[in-house]
């Protein structure tokens, strides 16, 4: 009896070992189709749709896709440059044309 018992227990033990390996088989098999599959849309999707772009310059056009410039169509109510030149650049003409409206205002009055 025990012997028939301990045979038993090898054959089932055997059974579920082979049924582990078979999940695990077909796992990988899964998991293989899967990424063949995603390899070929990659392939599919870059022969319909390829811009020649190296990765680098897609990523860049996709970052400015996603997250655009507006100042193109605000450039029309930014201050634009005058004759006089932007204010923070030539500070000292500020202070000459208040020392002038004021020699100006003493010699008139």
């Known amino acids: 009896d025990c012997h028939t018992a301990h045979i038993e227990?090898?054959?089932?033990?055997?059974?579920?070992?082979q049924a582990v390996v078979n999940e695990?088989?077909?796992q990988e098999k899964r998991k293989q189709e899967?990424?063949?599959?995603?390899a070929s849309l990659y392939r599919s999707r870059s022969r319909l749709h390829g811009s020649g772009l190296t990765q680098d310059q897609?990523?860049?056009?996709d970052f400015r896709r996603h997250f655009p410039q507006f100042s193109k169509d605000f450039a029309?109510?930014?201050s634009q440059p005058s004759l006089e030149g932007p204010?923070?650049?030539e500070p000292e003409h500020e202070g000459d044309a208040?020392?002038?409206a004021a020699?100006?205002?003493s010699l008139s009055g």
């Not at 227990?9 to 070992?17: D, N, P, V």
């Not at 899967?34 to 995603?38: A, C, F, P, T």
């Open 58 to 61: 897609q990523d860049e056009t």
């Open 87 to 89: 204010a923070d650049t």
């Open 103 to 105: 020699a100006a205002a």
């Open 34 to 38: 899967q990424e063949q599959l995603k």
């Open 9 to 17: 227990a090898c054959s089932l033990f055997r059974h579920i070992c």
């Open 24 to 26: 695990w088989d077909n």
């Open 98 to 100: 208040a020392q002038q």
């Open 76 to 78: 029309d109510i930014l």
